[in-house]
């Protein structure tokens, strides 16, 4: 079993849809959770850490269920520029140390 | 501010040769990490820096990859002999210390092809 899964995807949906992404993971002892979006050929880039009581950001909102160590990630009012790979990662210790990664899941979002 | 850079962005050489990726990091970064992805796979940890000591080298997959970051400032990774299995993205990312969350920041990743 992976470290960490994510709904494989690929998501087609039109501009203007609520799409949720969901991302599971088996270290309990993990601390940082994160959404990185990925463009076709270029690097990860921060989308946003995932706190325990939630957070948002505009039309993301993030969250994290610890006893069932489970992350998901709400784009609402999708946009075009939207389309990208999202990639769940989770670092082991807080302030320090290695992401891991999952697969990622693809949106493409469609006029 | 200069985000994270690394040179050179694409590089394809033969099986059995040696390549050098370098990486620089944002400027006051302790922390610095290499990670790869191979096609189909998902991003996977190599290494980590803190300053100039190596603090989890865990992910190197064997003693063809040397990494160094001497000074403390910028790192290199050299691949000697490369096989062909080496082919994929390298990235290098950073994040300050004292971060309560390290929150990592990606440079634009060395695509390596080997022949």
């Known amino acids: 079993r992976k470290e960490v899964e994510q709904d494989p995807g690929p998501f087609n949906v039109p501009e203007g849809a609520t799409v949720a992404f969901n991302c599971t993971y088996s270290?309990?002892?993990?601390?940082?959770f994160f959404w990185y979006r990925q463009d076709c050929r270029k690097e990860p880039k921060l989308l946003m850490s995932?706190?325990?009581s939630g957070n948002e950001d505009g039309r993301f909102t993030a969250q994290l269920n610890r006893a069932s160590q489970y992350i998901s990630l709400l784009i609402r009012d999708s946009k075009l520029s939207d389309s990208a790979t999202y990639l769940c990662?989770?670092?082991?210790?807080?302030?320090?140390?290695?992401?891991?990664f999952g697969d990622g899941t693809t949106l493409t979002v469609k006029p | 501010e200069a985000g994270v850079t690394q040179f050179p962005s694409h590089s394809v050489i033969e099986k059995g040769q040696t390549v050098t990726l370098r990486c620089d990091p944002i400027?006051?970064?302790?922390?610095l990490y290499w990670y790869r992805r191979v096609m189909g796979k998902e991003i996977k940890f190599l290494l980590h820096?803190?300053?100039?000591?190596?603090?989890?080298e865990s992910g190197m997959p064997n003693n063809r990859f040397l990494a160094e970051r001497t000074g403390g400032t910028y790192s290199t990774l050299k691949v000697q002999p490369a096989e062909l299995e080496d082919s994929g993205v390298y990235f290098c990312?950073?994040?300050?210390?004292?971060?309560?969350?390290?929150?990592?920041?990606f440079g634009p990743g060395t695509r390596l092809t080997v022949l």
């Open positions: 990312a950073s994040s300050p210390s004292g971060s309560l969350h390290n929150e990592q920041f």
């Open positions: 270290n309990s002892a993990s601390q940082s």
């Open positions: 995932v706190y325990s």
């Open positions: 990662v989770v670092n082991p210790i807080t302030n320090a140390g290695k992401s891991t």
């Open positions: 400027s006051g970064h302790d922390n």
């Open positions: 820096f803190v300053k100039e000591s190596k603090q989890d």
